[in-house]
């Protein structure tokens, strides 16, 4: 199975602040990955497809990028209402796999 | 307005079955392939498997820590896909969620608001 390693864990950060997560892939993947936000008790969110491609409605301060085995979500400008737990996922082969999650907290 | 509700979850024992069903509004439920997620409390998300659509076969993966134990199907003329949970263990505890996959491109783009499963004595 595709191991995908997500760094870092968890960081804090202010409103304002660039904010970027990566997302490595065991073996490459193309451009087969997904990013997603998740709010305590709430289901996860799309945010980006296919590595880069913005999810409709969701804000254009979110951004990806990557191929291959190397995949960054980036946030230009930290919002309050970002604070939350960002996933990624591959699509490359079976079984999908999810990244470990990254949470953004409030410095 | 595309919508994904699940139900059946609760308090099992180990060893014993559940059935969870995700009954989907708002689209042609039967053009697409439907995911199950599970998230085990204070833990990432982890994909359980997936059945496709009946165009592509109605064919289903799943993740190694439940193959062989639970099997998805689908009732496309009542927009239901089901996930049965046999031999359950206790590190089957988790909300599971189910999830819409879009079948040309790297996503699943809705995902309903998840049942918890507890599996305990």
């Known amino acids: 199975a595709i191991q995908l390693t997500q760094s870092p864990s968890s960081l804090s950060a202010s409103v304002g602040d660039r904010v970027t997560i990566t997302c490595r892939a065991s073996?490459?993947?193309?451009?087969?990955l997904a990013w997603y936000q998740q709010k305590p008790g709430n289901a996860p969110k799309l945010l980006i497809y296919?590595?880069?491609s913005l999810e409709s409605g969701v804000p254009s301060r979110f951004s990806g990028s990557g191929s291959g085995t190397d995949f960054t979500l980036t946030i230009s400008s930290l919002q309050p209402e970002d604070f939350a737990t960002y996933s990624c996922?591959?699509?490359?082969?079976?079984?999908?796999?999810f990244g470990g999650g990254t949470k953004v907290e409030i410095k | 307005e595309v919508q994904l509700v699940e139900s059946g979850g609760g308090l099992v024992q180990p060893g014993r079955s559940l059935r969870l069903s995700c009954t989907g509004s708002?689209?042609?439920?039967?053009?697409?392939?439907m995911n199950w997620v599970r998230q085990a409390p204070g833990k990432g998300l982890e994909w359980v498997g997936f059945?496709?659509?009946?165009?592509?076969?109605?064919?289903?993966e799943y993740a190694a820590s439940v193959k062989g134990r639970f099997t998805i199907s689908r009732d496309d003329s009542k927009s239901i896909a089901y996930l049965q949970m046999d031999s359950l263990e206790t590190e089957d505890t988790a909300v599971y969620y189910c999830?819409?996959?879009?079948?040309?491109?790297?996503?699943?783009?809705?995902w309903g608001q998840g049942t918890l499963v507890t599996v305990s004595s």
């Open positions: 708002g689209f042609n439920f039967g053009d697409y392939a």
């Open positions: 059945i496709r659509s009946k165009p592509y076969g109605g064919t289903t």
């Open positions: 996922q591959q699509f490359n082969s079976y079984p999908l796999t």
């Open positions: 999830t819409r996959r879009v079948t040309s491109v790297a996503a699943t783009d809705y």
């Open positions: 073996q490459g993947i193309n451009r087969a």
């Open positions: 296919d590595a880069s």
